[in-house]
């Protein structure tokens, strides 16, 4: 699982703590849900031309693609180290589980859930996913758009959106 570098504080530290449980992912081309077998709801994987992700399953959290996993120090965060991602002791793995999934329209975002993504409301988090997502809104608006919000708030596109929790 891959975060960005754009957030308020590092976002390894706001996963930590807590602070950051959920996040959103473009759909692409060629995703498609599956849903629970046995009672017909809820979203249980999403596939493209492999697994994506999966409710129940753990991942690595890594700030960014291709890199290593992050690892922290259990100490630090108990307040016993000043940085738990650069100390010596820093041997266990940080690592989240999806809790669920669901697919909604990137503006559909509730002030609830952008607290959830780490932000302080959802024009922070607008602003951020802009930048995040600056390549793909500008092939899909008007090259003479701007700013890049307004070719958001016209593109408005599909998102996964992934609920998550440490593991311990």
Not at 47 to 76: E, I, M, P, T
Not at 138 to 157: A, F, I, M, T
Request: glycine share 4%.
């Amino acid at each position: 699982m891959i975060f960005s570098d754009i957030y308020p504080r590092p976002v390894a530290e706001m996963i930590l703590d807590k602070t950051k449980c959920q996040t959103r992912r473009l759909v692409k081309e060629g995703d498609y849900e599956v849903t629970n077998p046995i009672t017909a709801k809820g979203i249980t994987h999403v596939v493209n031309s492999k697994l994506r992700w999966q409710v129940g399953r753990d991942y690595a959290v890594q700030l960014g693609r291709g890199k290593h996993g992050l690892f922290y120090c259990k100490n630090c965060t108990k307040g016993d180290c000043e940085d738990a991602f650069s100390h010596v002791a820093a041997q266990t793995p940080l690592r989240i589980k999806i809790t669920s999934i669901r697919k909604e329209r990137l503006l559909d975002i509730s002030e609830e859930d952008a607290k959830k993504e780490g932000f302080k409301d959802r024009q922070d988090f607008f602003l951020a996913f802009c930048k995040i997502a600056e390549k793909q809104i500008k092939e899909n608006s008007d090259r003479k758009e701007n700013p890049l919000y307004v070719s958001l708030c016209r593109w408005n596109p599909e998102v996964w959106v992934l609920d998550f929790e440490v593991l311990k």
